[in-house]
Structure formats: structure tokens, C-alpha cells
């Protein structure tokens, strides 16, 4: 495959020749940039739509390009990196200037950049996020993705100090533990903001 994107020449390995279904996925994975940018330019947003689209988890990674001249390119290294070490994820860069909505839907501030983010769309919606990110340790914290080592980012309020009253106080991070654990009835309150339970 000769492309334009990254590297000028790819050669398809052997097992993707043993039949038409390998190929065509071959081909598609292949064809998408290794590393896609977020931003306004037509043929990126292309790019972008058809990276969105391939079924496989999204890593992200924003940092401030006006910060220093050296931020872009430190990044653009690291996702290179991680990309070559980790094909069967899609990377994904952008500068935080002009992203806003990307950082909203990530729960991402400007004083958590840089950032990154693993989105996993496989089994419901996961994501994992890590904000004032090292871009030298991003491989190492993809790699702990794939191994099944990280815990996907919540919202939630902090688990209340104490909460071990008649009452408990139910919140997304203790939500699961409580409300599902093993040989327990539980009973649930729902009223305004908050969420109690009594066991």
C-alpha cells in the first residue's frame, strides 16, 4: 500500500493474503494515519471521521501547542511511538486551543493539560483518562490499558467521611460495590441530588 499519510510504503504481512475478509481488514486499518490530528483542516477531519468510525479503542492526547515550541513536536513523538508499539489502537492528537468540545466531553480542564485520554466504545463507553500527563510515560500507561491494569475514569462525588450510618450515601465510585455486592438486599432511596441506601 502506498500512502501519504505516514509511511510512504506499507507491505501487507502474510496473514493478511490468507483470505478476502483478512485483506479488507488489512487494508482498512492500514489505511488510516497512524496518527490522526483533531483540528480544522479538511483533509484531517477526514481523516478524523473514518479513525472515529474503525472499531477499536481511541487513544487522544492534548497539550497546549502555544506553550512552548517544543510541545507539539514532543508530542507528535510520543504518539508516533505508542502507535508503532500498540497498532490495534487508533491515536489521535490535537492542540487544546480550538478543541473545546473534545475536552468538555473528556471532563478535561485547561489546567489538567496536557492530557490523555483512552476511549473505549467496545462493551458501553469507558474512558480513562490522565490529566498533567507525562507524553514519555504514554506508552507505558497504554501498555497498563491493554493488559487490563487501569480503571476507567468516573464522574462522581467524593464516597462521603464516614458513611458507615444506618444510611449510606451512594455516589458513582461506590455505587457498584455496594449496590451489587454478593449475598446483600439492598434498598434504595432516590431523592433530589443525592442517593442512600439502607442495608
Given at each position: ?12 504481512p502474510a496473514e493478511a493474503l490468507d483470505s478476502a475478509d483478512a485483506l479488507r481488514s488489512w ?99 469507558k474512558k480513562f483518562v490522565r490529566t498533567g500527563m507525562d507524553f514519555a510515560k504514554l506508552d ?57 441506601t439502607w442495608n
Open positions: 500500500m502506498l500512502k501519504t499519510l505516514d509511511e510512504p510504503k506499507v507491505v501487507a487494508i482498512t486499518s492500514t489505511s488510516l494515519p497512524r496518527v490522526a490530528r483533531l483540528d480544522q483542516v479538511p483533509k484531517n477531519q477526514a481523516a478524523m471521521r473514518r479513525v472515529f468510525e474503525f472499531p477499536a479503542p481511541k487513544v487522544l492526547a492534548f497539550a497546549d501547542f502555544t506553550t512552548g515550541a517544543d510541545v507539539e513536536s514532543t508530542l507528535q513523538s510520543a504518539m508516533e511511538s505508542a502507535a508503532k508499539a500498540h497498532t490495534q489502537l487508533r491515536f489521535v492528537m490535537g492542540d487544546a486551543n480550538g478543541n473545546d468540545h473534545a475536552l468538555q466531553f473528556f471532563g478535561i480542564t485547561k489546567e489538567g493539560l496536557p492530557a490523555a485520554v483512552i476511549h473505549d466504545t467496545r462493551a458501553g463507553e507505558a500507561w497504554v501498555t497498563s490499558f491493554e493488559a487490563g491494569e487501569l480503571q476507567p475514569t468516573i464522574k462522581s462525588e467524593p464516597v462521603p467521611e464516614p458513611n458507615d450510618g444506618p444510611v449510606t450515601v451512594l455516589v458513582a465510585k461506590n455505587f457498584d460495590d455496594i449496590v451489587n455486592a454478593p449475598g446483600k438486599t439492598v434498598l434504595l432511596e432516590f431523592y433530589g441530588a443525592f442517593l442512600a
